[in-house]
Structure formats: C-alpha cells, structure tokens
C-alpha cells in the first residue's frame, strides 16, 4: 500500500486547479508504474468533498490496467460559540454529486435524499443538538445552543445522507468546537413565541435576520444574540391540522446585554395579566413592529433577568475518599441451616381454623339449642286465638278441596285440535247449528239460604205488587 505524500491539511492537491489535479494523478500513475510488476493501490485525498482511489491492477500480458474511483471523504469544522445558537444546513444539492452515476455538467437530478445524523460512536446526537427534515425533497437543518460544558471539546457528529430512489449511501462528519463566548450568558433573555411559523422556516437566516431586527428596535440593546430555538411540539403542543395553513409555533430565546425596555415589561401589567387569564389578548404598544411579519403569543412571552437570581449552589466538602472500614466482608456459607415450619403452620392455619370452630358452635347452639318449638309455643298462646286458627286452616283445607272437584268445561282454544294417536281432526263440542249466541255469559246459580237477592229489571209498564 503506498500513500501519495502530503500534509495533513488535506494532500497534495490543496488550492490546485481541476487541472492541475489530473496531471498529478497522471504522475502517481507513473510512479506506480516504475515501482515494479505488482499490484499496488494508492489513496489521494483533496480538501473538497472526495478522494480519488488509484489502483493499478496486473494482467496476463504483463500489462497495468489504471483504475481511478472517487469516494466521499469530507470532514467539516465548524466553530459555534457556547450559548449562542448554532445552525447548519445539510444540502441535497452538496450530496447529489456522491451518488452514481453521477451527473453531468448541467444535468438535474431530483432524487429524494434524506439524512442521519448521530454523534460518532454513540447511536444519537448530543443532548443539545437537535435535527429536522420535512420532506427527503428538502434540506435538513442541525440546531441547537451548545453547551458551556462542551467548550474546548470536538464534537464528531457524522452525517450518513440516503438516496431513497438508488439506495446508496454517503458520509460525512462534522466536526463542532465549541468556543467560549464573551460575557456568557448574557444577563437578559427573553423567549418569545411565534404563533405563524415552523422550526425550519425561523431557522432561515433572512427570517431569523428580521426578527432579531424587529426584536432589537424594541429592545434597543447593545449586543442581542439569539439564544435558542425550540418547536413548540418538543414544549407538548399538539400537531395542528392542515387546513389554513396552520403552523406549528416555535419559541425564540434571545439574550440581551441591557435591561428590558418597557414595552416588554407590559405584559406584566395586572390588565393585561388579566386578559391573559381570561384567554384575551393583552394590549402591547410594540406588537406592530412585529405584527407585519410575526404574530407573538404576548400571553406565553417570558422574561428572565439573571442578575437578580439567587444562587442556589452550596460548597461541596471534600474528604478524604475513603469509606471507613466495615472488617472483612463474609460470603454466606455453602450449607444453609433448616428451618422450623411448624410456628409458621400454627400462625397461618391452626389458628384461623380454631377460630372458625369456635364461631361455627356458637351459631349451631343458636340456631338448635335455642328454639322455642310448637308446644311452648302453644303454651304462651290463648285458646281463642288457637282456636281461630284452627278454624281458619280448616276452611282454607275445605276450600282446596272444593277447588279439585270443579266440572267446568275447557275453553275451546285449549282444546286439541287433531287426535293425539290418529292424527285426524276432532270435530267441534258443538255443531255449527248450535245457537251459542243465546248462552249467557254467567250461568244460573241456584239460590242459597240467607243469600241477598238482586233485583232484577222489570220490562216497561205498570207494576203492581
């Protein structure tokens, strides 16, 4: 394996024409040449996007065959401040080029193309870096407000783009050091919220540009730096539905080196607390200057001055880092001693099932040993009173009798309609020159003794007694 000399800033073809390049290659193909009749690769890699692989491959006829392949190779450093906002586009059109075939000079290819990114050698990004694509025909955007914790550290983040049509794939890496900023944090900051934007159309630079143009005309600070930027999805908002063209809403966090002016120090007013409270729209002087471009949520706006917050950090006492001494630690040993049931047995069975017992003689001696019976019930009974039932079971036993022995004809509906052995129909109890119509209703009763008569209606005329 031989490697075509260079620095370390990127090779040999640093700041040389396209030209320039070929015949440098062209040179190392020679020397591969006259280095002798083996196979031999060469790697020759250029500050852009690719590196060019050179092998040169024996034949049959003692002949070299040249090969010379183009693979992506790019390391990007970036140098983002710590409390700053830090904004990086993966454009589809720096990638399109990467994946075979590759076009030609004027030639449009539109193939969807989206992107993972993750930091190297861990399966996602850092904490404060956060990614977004809406659709594989759009560029994503890296965001995020780094960390103090992370200055002076380089943060690899590697970039893996897919071409969804050919299924080929490309990778870059990223390389972030974060540096410290000057009077980090600033001491005011304020986050607003925009009602009639997405994360991805505030992260533009133009849109961003305006707002913090709109934001320092208010505010009138020296120095005003945009802190952060969070979809309001990721603060638990609920995905609006697409119809007119409804946003998202994003929060904007910008910091400032100056108090806040009163224009933002309306919103704390009792009025338009109220308002607030009430679901109304708080009246602000300065909303017009934002109103052309941006409708701020006054209601959600938060102000934080960190001069006047209260540190709550407490000294940390350090010892010694020795843990005191608790002897000689003592596993369990092998053979582990019997252990006695039967208290156990005792307290979980024997007891409740005495105590059972004891309850079941209670009741049975309540419920047979202390009743009354027939005979003494009799006892306490008067004789008028036994008579009186006596009498009554008589005639109710008379009556039951009675009722066995009734002779009274079965409706027809209930009668059998076909014999229950021959199947043939049973002729009707009566013929049909029977004259039913005549048949009263209720037949005669004959008169009983001590028995009230009814009267009975007498036809039109005079009566006579």
Not at 107 to 135: A, V
Request: proline residues 8%.
């Amino acid at each position: 394996m031989l490697r075509a000399p260079g620095g370390a800033g990127g090779g040999p073809c640093v700041g040389r024409s396209p030209a320039t390049a070929a015949a440098l290659l062209l040179l190392t193909a020679v020397l591969l040449s006259s280095a002798g009749d083996v196979d031999e690769t060469v790697n020759w890699k250029t500050k852009q996007a690719n590196s060019f692989v050179i092998s040169r491959k024996m034949t049959a006829g003692q002949s070299a065959v040249y090969t010379i392949l183009s693979k992506v190779q790019a390391d990007r450093n970036v140098y983002p401040s710590a409390g700053v906002l830090f904004v990086h586009v993966l454009e589809r059109e720096y990638f399109k080029g990467e994946f075979p075939p590759f076009p030609k000079p004027g030639e449009i290819s539109n193939d969807p193309i989206t992107f993972n990114t993750n930091l190297m050698g861990y399966p996602d990004r850092p904490g404060w870096l956060r990614y977004i694509q809406r659709t594989p025909y759009s560029d994503g955007v890296l965001y995020g407000s780094p960390t103090a914790e992370n200055v002076g550290k380089p943060t690899v983040i590697e970039i893996t783009a897919y071409n969804r049509r050919t299924f080929e794939t490309a990778r870059h890496n990223l390389v972030i050091n974060i540096m410290s900023a000057e009077d980090f944090p600033l001491p005011y900051q304020a986050e607003f919220f925009i009602k009639n934007m997405n994360v991805e159309e505030m992260l533009a630079s133009e849109v961003l540009g305006d707002f913090l143009g709109a934001v320092k005309n208010v505010w009138q600070p020296e120095r005003l730096n945009a802190i952060n930027i969070t979809s309001a999805l990721d603060r638990g908002g609920r995905v609006p539905l697409p119809i007119n063209d409804m946003k998202e809403g994003v929060y904007v966090m910008v910091g400032a080196d100056v108090p806040f002016s009163s224009c933002l120090r309306e919103v704390e007013n009792p009025q338009n607390q109220l308002r607030c409270s009430q679901e109304m729209e708080p009246t602000i002087t300065c909303d017009k200057k934002f109103r052309a471009q941006f409708y701020i949520d006054w209601c959600k706006i938060s102000l934080v001055d960190k001069t006047k917050q209260v540190s709550t950090y407490q000294e940390v006492v350090c010892g010694e880092g020795i843990l005191p001494d608790g002897g000689e630690y003592r596993p369990p040993p092998d053979s582990l001693k019997s252990r006695d049931y039967y208290s156990d047995f005792l307290i979980t069975l024997a007891v409740p099932s005495a105590v059972a017992l004891v309850l079941f003689l209670v009741l049975a001696y309540i419920m047979c040993c202390r009743r009354e019976g027939v005979e003494k019930r009799n006892m306490y009974t008067p004789d008028i009173q036994l008579v009186h039932h006596s009498a009554i079971q008589k005639s109710t036993k008379e009556l039951r009798d009675m009722s066995k022995n009734r002779e009274i004809a079965w409706p027809l509906s209930t009668l059998p309609v076909f014999h229950p052995v021959t199947g043939e129909i049973v002729p009707p109890l009566h013929t049909d020159s029977y004259d039913n119509t005549s048949m009263p209703l209720m037949q005669a009763q004959p008169n009983l003794p001590h028995q009230t008569q009814i009267p009975q209606q007498q036809a039109a005329g005079k009566w006579y007694p």
